[in-house]
Every structure is written in structure tokens, then in C-alpha cells.
């Protein structure tokens, strides 16, 4: 089992920047691929970013490049979404995510959940 929970979200003006984290625990953190998803209010969960446990590929949904960054610190089992340039339409629910397949962690059937963090962008 691996318990993942999120913090950093907040209110934030467009244009404007957050950091979100992800603190993991149970097994090896390490070993999965983590990822962040997004959900907004009468919105299917979507995909935002991944980054595979060897640091040595991320990706990121069309809507986000350039603006959000996904990276990860194994030595303290954190993984992180810098988020910049926000606009009002990045409102949702942030879940971090994680899965020992990064095919499937890209997807909304990820092993292992959070209970999402709150950003609210506002115009």
C-alpha cells in the first residue's frame, strides 16, 4: 500500500503561481511512477503530468505545457507540481497519483490515490 497526501493548494489570482505536494509513504516510494490529475466541478478527472520513478521522463497533458512542471525528490518521498501562469480554467481538485506502470498511472486507473488539494484561480 502507499498513502499519498497533498498540500500546497490555495486561492490564486491568473497569472499567478503555486507549488503542490505530494508526501508518499508505505513502499518503496522509488519504485513508482508518480502523477497529478485534476477534476473540476461537473468534469471528468483528467490527466495533468507524470514523471517516471527514474526522473528520466515526465509528461504533461497539452493544456499545462509550459506552464506546470512535475518533479520529484525520492530521498524524501515527495513528488511536486509547480504551477505557473495560472489561469481560472486550471480551477479543480489536484490528486496526486501513483502506479508501478507509468501507462497506466497516465491514466484515471492508477493504484494509488490522494484526497486531492483545492486551487481556485480566480480572474
Known amino acids: 500500500q502507499v498513502q499519498l497526501v497533498e498540500s500546497g493548494g490555495g486561492l490564486v489570482q491568473a497569472g499567478g503561481s503555486l507549488r503542490l505536494s505530494c508526501v508518499a509513504s508505505?513502499?518503496?516510494?522509488?519504485?513508482?511512477?508518480m502523477g497529478w490529475f485534476r477534476q473540476a466541478p461537473g468534469q471528468e478527472r483528467e490527466f495533468v503530468a507524470a514523471?517516471?520513478?527514474?526522473?528520466?521522463?515526465?509528461y504533461s497533458a497539452d493544456s499545462v505545457k509550459g506552464r506546470f512542471t512535475i518533479s520529484r525528490d525520492n530521498a524524501n518521498n515527495t513528488v511536486y507540481l509547480q504551477m505557473n501562469s495560472l489561469k481560472p480554467e486550471d480551477t479543480a481538485v489536484y490528486y496526486c497519483?501513483?502506479?508501478?506502470?507509468?501507462?497506466?498511472?497516465?491514466?484515471?486507473?492508477?493504484?494509488?490515490w490522494g484526497q486531492g488539494t483545492q486551487v481556485t484561480v480566480s480572474q
Open positions: 514523471i517516471t520513478w527514474s526522473h528520466l521522463n515526465t
Open positions: 497519483a501513483a502506479d508501478g506502470n507509468t501507462s497506466r498511472l497516465r491514466t484515471v486507473k492508477a493504484s494509488y
Open positions: 508505505g513502499r518503496t516510494f522509488s519504485r513508482y511512477a
